[in-house]
């Protein structure tokens, strides 16, 4: 009877609860950045839909800017938001400090970042931190970035990807591209010197909880002379083998399977690979577009107005994937995934 009696006043005050804030919202990051002396905590921000409320439980979108950009300047950009409105889902935006970095780039060329470990490591525990303080559904959280924030991304997808159910890289880098600032500008100009099935099969003959496929989108315009479109064929190659690795018993993909689509904008070539009949790599070169979110807003930097909407393709590839919920003992093929990694050396 004691218990019925504090059940039944405890209900009432979880009822009371306030409101979840929406809007556009700042906060702090709980981890720093960087290392030393140049440790740092950065920004974030996160649009929250009026339609949401604590009972609800979304989908998250984690959206890295590049260089040269903020949180807010990417948002009104890509539009995000307002499509965040129409679907219902969560943004959120990290924003690099300046004191880390003059031109706001995410440092994915140190090599502590690129093992994971550094930026990387605080970007997805604040994503972790978010999930848990607003109703995210965790098996649908979303990353995507653009330039410096599209080689972060594919960091995070080959060593983070537990928490990541798709990802996509708009203008972007292969993971472990380069390890230096001068290496990064020479690997923008012409791509990178490493191979990307080698640096695929580095990463996944790691031992980590943290390690998953994450499927991905990489999209890039075809008359880019800031990040040449060498990068995203090699991102997809890496991605590709990636992919065909993680698979129990290893075997690659189909496809490309290809198309060209037209409309009122600019055309561009679609290239499907498939692991059974689900797509989990996609391709996007757009003809004519330079360093730009395709469809975006022309007022902020690096934004082109002609479509196709990169936005809504970006959103139409993601929400196509759940990842899948954690058992609370590890399956026979997770073993045997290690040991076949460990046996390989």
Not at 96 to 118: E, K
Not at 195 to 222: D, F
């Amino acid at each position: 009877m004691a218990l019925r009696a504090a059940l039944g006043w405890l209900a009432p005050a979880g009822r009371l609860r306030p409101p979840i804030r929406a809007g556009w919202l700042s906060g702090r990051s709980p981890q720093s950045l960087g290392a030393g002396a140049f440790r740092q905590q950065c920004d974030y921000f996160l649009y929250v839909p009026a339609t949401i409320t604590r009972r609800n439980r979304v989908p998250l979108l984690v959206m890295l800017h590049g260089c040269n950009q903020d949180a807010l300047g990417f948002a009104n950009g890509t539009r995000m938001n307002s499509l965040a409105d129409e679907q219902r889902f969560i943004v959120l935006y990290p924003q690099q400090s300046a004191r880390a970095n003059p031109l706001r780039c995410w440092n994915w060329f140190h090599r502590p970042t690129a093992d994971g470990a550094g930026e990387a490591a605080a970007i997805a525990a604040l994503v972790r931190y978010v999930a848990r303080r607003y109703p995210i559904d965790r098996s649908r959280v979303y990353l995507a970035g653009m330039s410096a924030g599209g080689a972060m991304t594919a960091i995070l997808a080959l060593c983070h990807g537990a928490t990541f159910a798709a990802c996509g890289i708009v203008s972007g880098m292969m993971y472990r591209a380069a390890d230096s600032a001068l290496g990064a500008v020479q690997a923008m100009r012409a791509g990178s010197r490493l191979s990307p099935e080698g640096t695929a099969a580095e990463a996944a003959s790691r031992v980590s909880r943290r390690l998953r496929l994450v499927p991905a989108l990489v999209m890039h315009g075809g008359d880019d002379t800031v990040v040449h479109p060498r990068n995203a064929e090699l991102t997809v190659a890496q991605f590709r083998k990636f992919a065909e690795l993680m698979g129990v018993p290893a075997r690659p993909l189909r496809g490309p399977l290809e198309q060209f689509v037209t409309g009122n904008g600019r055309s561009y070539r679609q290239s499907d690979y498939a692991r059974s009949d689900q797509v989990v790599l996609r391709s996007i070169l757009i003809e004519g577009l330079g360093h730009a979110w395709s469809g975006g807003d022309e007022r902020e930097r690096f934004n082109d107005p002609m479509p196709p909407d990169a936005s809504r393709l970006l959103w139409d590839f993601l929400s196509e994937f759940r990842r899948p919920a954690e058992p609370r003992w590890r399956p026979v093929r997770f073993w045997l995934r290690q040991l076949w990694r460990y046996m390989r050396g």
